[in-house]
Each structure stands twice: as C-alpha cells, then as structure tokens.
C-alpha cells in the first residue's frame, strides 16, 4: 500500500476532481432538498478543482504541506454549501497532518474533519453529507490499522451511509435518490482508497431524480471574509440565520473565512460581513429550486412539529412527522424554521409548535420571504398535549383546508393540565406555593398546591385531582407526558388510579422528557 507523501496528496485531489467531474451531471439533478445547492456537483468539483490548481501552483515538498495548500485552495474556490463543507473536511485532514500520517493519524483527521465541517454550519440537517461523514468518523474512531485500510473502512462506511439519506430526510425519501453533497462525499473518499491501495471501488447508488420545473427562489451569496476576530463568528453566523438558511462560516485555519448563505436580501447579507471584517471575490446568484415534490396519492402537504423535549420528538419522528427539537427555554432561530419547512416534501406545510414561544416562531418564519414558495399553516398551539391531538385527527386523504380545520379544531378542544414543582415561594389564587411543592395548573391557572416532597405518591395524588377537575367537563380520552424528573414509578401508577376512579376513559401515556413541567396532561 502506498504512504501518503506529497505526490499522493496531489494525486488524490486529481482524482478527486476527475470522480466529480464523471457524476457532476447526475448528482446536478438530484435538485429536490429546497436549501441544497441547485447544482452540487458542479459546485464541489469547482471546489476541488481550485484545490488542486493552488496545489500544482505551490508544490508542496511534504504530504502535511500539501494538505494544508489544498486545505486554503479548497476554502478560496469554495462554491455552494456543498463546496463549503467539502473544504472543510480537506482542512479537517490538513489540521492534523503532523507526524506520521498513518493509519491512526486519518482515523483521528476524519474525526477532526466532522467537528469542523458540523461546526462550520449553521443548522445541520439529517440525511445530509454531514450526516455521513459523522458516521464515517464514528466508524473510524480509535482504528489503528495501516492507512488504506483506514481509508477503505471510511469509504465503505459512507457508502453505507449513503444509503440511509432517504430515511432521514422525507424529500429524498418522496425522489426515491440519495443525498447528492453526501454522494460527492463518497466519491472523494473513494478516490483516497483508490490511490493509497490501487483499488478502484465501484457503487450503484440512485442518483436519477424525476424532472421538475425549476423556479426562482431567492439568492445564494458568498465571499470570502478576512480580519473577523473567531469571537465573532457566532455573532455574524445568527445574523445570516435571520436572512435566511444553508448558513456556513467556514475557516480556512489561516484567517480567511469562506461566507455562504441562501437569502433574500443579498445587501443585509454582505453588510453583514463589512460589519466584522473584509468581504472579497463576493458572488451572487440567483438560486433555483424544483416544484416540491408530491407525496404518494397526489396530496401535495406536509404536517412538521417544532416542540421542547427529546421524548416527545422521537414519539412525533416515530409517526414519521419531520420535527425541530428546541432545548427548553430557548427558540428556534429563522433558519431553525426554514430550515424545519425546508424538510417537508409539498408545497402545503402544517406546523405543530408544542408552546406559545415556538407558535410565535412558527408565525415569523411562516411570513419570511425564504418561506415564500410554501404554503405554511401554523395552528396556534401552548402545549405539546395540543400537538398530540390535532395528529390524531390528522387524516392525509382529506383535502388540505379541511384538514387543517379538523387538527385547529382538535387542538383548541384540548384542555391542558399540568403539574410543576415550585422554584421559589409565591403567592397564587389558591394559596401561597413553598419551594418544592407540587402546583397544579389547568389551562395555566393554578388551582391545587401540594405540600413537598413530590414523591411518586404525592405526584398521582395530586395528578388525579388536575384530571378530575379536567374530566368534570366529560373527556374520552387523556394523553400524559411525563418530564424528565418524574419519578420512574410515577406514569405507571397515575394510569392504575385513573383505570379505577375513571374506567371509562382512554389513556397514552409517554416519556415526553421536558424539563418544565413534571407531567403535563391533555383531555380530548
């Protein structure tokens, strides 16, 4: 097997390039993920190309030198966000290049190489290059074998990975194709296997998407960005999420940071920039994307979620609804959302948002311009009890608006309970809360107050109680989420009482992880 020197560095940027240059035209077409570059193929191998071009030009004597030529060509010719990540995993090999560069030293340089590419943008999306290149990185991790077979066992990882693009994101899963930016991945990493062990590695990956009719969007705007100090990176990347989305800053290792956003003010967009540092070899152009694609049977909508607490998000990604997950007390930026609606495979998108806040989010980036080519719905909902009940009455074979008024009507037929542990002492209607006592809250109003400690016991007691004076108005059924401090006792418990003082009444219960409240409960 061949060591990686300079000569092979040079050699696997130009395979790199002739590999891209081979699928540029099928993986161009595979144009059905809204915030995806429209041309990714071209976009990556433009990338390589000036890679490989600033290599020729500065002939690097040893294989780290030559890494890290290619590291600062690839940021400086970066094209789309595509391109932008691939520049990235090169300098995640070239930060690393020190020593030997063996086996162990390409296992470690890929695991570099995630943190970088997924540190570098704004909003990872599952089902993307940065997908598999994390599962590349995992795959890798502590392998201490000779360097092709490091190389070998990455590149059949990401093959692997490749594969499962279109069980992570719906708008692949509806084209029946793979992840254009991840199969550019694969192609570059198999061009490094062909050159450390002579082995040229084959793949039969759909890459043949359906024609669709190409429509103005909005603007895809690069530069490069010299002089920003990197305590302003975070700044200057949540002032581009609010523009728009694809938001990447990405460094080159040497000052330079290659800027790219999808957006519809292209001037706010390079402002943006002249604000922290200077904007050079700025590029503008207009981005196309396709009609979005019809899920089976013709109808052409989409239900999203957008709700605090990891239990609840995996029981929502279980029934197959695309969801943001948003850690308790914050909400989701622009790009969050637009990025949330761009996953949706339809022209008509409904959003479920589990709170008040993340309604107020939903309703901002339902109205912002990236958003304009969706028809985007928001029901107004203030508890994640609500969300549960609109997709139960969900039904994909009615027609949208009366859909969308049968999930609305759902929703706010909802009464909401929910039991919380105080803080701090406070005064409410029915009485003065000590720290540590269990509050129960129906539609937000307080109305029993249980002395500490919330034991199992004293959490049912006090939950039946809430549920009594809810299902005083009749109820069929209760849905319970549990927080991620109920005790683990406590779900189990509350349905035995509920089965014996109310028979009548259905009961779902699940692990819904918030971290405000220790139940919440919804009756339908």
Request: some cysteine; hydrophobic content about 50%.
């Amino acid at each position: 097997m061949r060591v990686l020197d300079a000569a092979a560095v040079s050699a696997w940027a130009a395979g790199c390039v002739h590999s891209l240059a081979s699928l540029r035209p099928a993986i161009d077409g595979i144009n059905v993920y809204p915030v995806a570059d429209s041309d990714t193929g071209s976009n990556m191998l433009f990338t390589m190309t000036g890679a490989a071009a600033e290599l020729k030009t500065a002939a690097p004597e040893t294989a780290a030198d030559a890494l890290k030529v290619l590291a600062r060509g690839a940021v400086a010719s970066a094209r789309g966000n595509s391109g932008v990540i691939l520049s990235q995993v090169v300098r995640g090999l070239a930060d690393h290049a020190e020593g030997e560069l063996d086996g162990p030293w390409l296992a470690r340089a890929l695991g570099h190489a995630d943190e970088v590419a997924t540190g570098a943008v704004s909003r990872p999306v599952a089902g993307t290059i940065l997908t598999v290149l994390h599962s590349v990185a995992l795959a890798v991790r502590g392998e201490t074998s000779p360097l092709g077979e490091v190389a070998r066992t990455a590149a059949k990882e990401a093959a692997h990975a490749l594969e499962k693009t279109p069980l992570q994101l719906p708008a692949l899963a509806k084209a029946g194709v793979v992840d254009a930016g991840a199969r550019g991945l694969v192609a570059v990493l198999d061009a490094l296997v062909e050159v450390l062990t002579g082995t040229t590695v084959e793949h039969d990956h759909a890459l043949e998407a359906p024609e669709t009719e190409d429509q103005a969007y909005a603007w895809e705007v690069m530069y490069l960005l010299d002089g920003v100090p990197e305590d302003s990176l975070p700044t200057l990347r949540k002032e581009l999420s609010g523009l728009g989305d694809s938001v990447t800053v990405a460094g080159d290792g040497a000052g330079s940071h290659a800027v790219h956003v999808h957006c519809a003010d292209i001037g706010a967009a390079i402002e943006a920039g002249l604000t922290l540092g200077r904007p050079r070899r700025i590029r503008v152009e207009p981005l196309l994307t396709p009609t979005p694609i019809e899920p089976g049977g013709g109808i052409d909508r989409t239900v999203v979620a957008v709700v605090h607490g990891r239990g609840l998000a995996e029981v929502l990604r279980a029934e197959s609804i695309p969801v943001l997950e948003v850690p308790e007390g914050d909400a989701p930026s622009v790009e969050d959302m637009i990025g949330l609606l761009n996953e949706a495979a339809g022209r008509h998108v409904t959003v479920l948002p589990g709170g008040v806040a993340l309604t107020t989010a939903a309703d901002t980036a339902a109205g912002h311009a990236m958003a304009a080519d969706r028809d985007v719905v928001v029901i107004p909902c203030t508890s994640p009890v609500q969300v549960l009940a609109a997709l139960a009455v969900h039904d994909a074979g009615r027609r949208t608006n009366d859909d969308v008024v049968a999930m609305a009507e759902a929703a706010a037929a909802t009464r909401r309970g929910e039991l919380r542990i105080a803080q701090e002492e406070s005064l409410t209607w029915v009485g003065r809360a000590q720290s540590g006592d269990v509050v129960g809250l129906v539609d937000d109003e307080v109305v029993l107050i249980e002395p500490a400690p919330a034991s199992e016991t004293n959490l049912v007691a006090a939950a039946m109680k809430v549920l009594n004076r809810m299902l005083a108005l009749g109820g069929e059924l209760v849905t319970v989420l549990s927080g991620a401090a109920a005790p683990p006792g406590v779900a189990e418990e509350l349905a035995e009482q509920l089965r014996l003082e109310h028979p009548e009444v259905e009961l779902a219960g699940y692990a819904g992880g918030q971290a405000d409240a220790v139940l919440l409960m919804g009756v339908e």
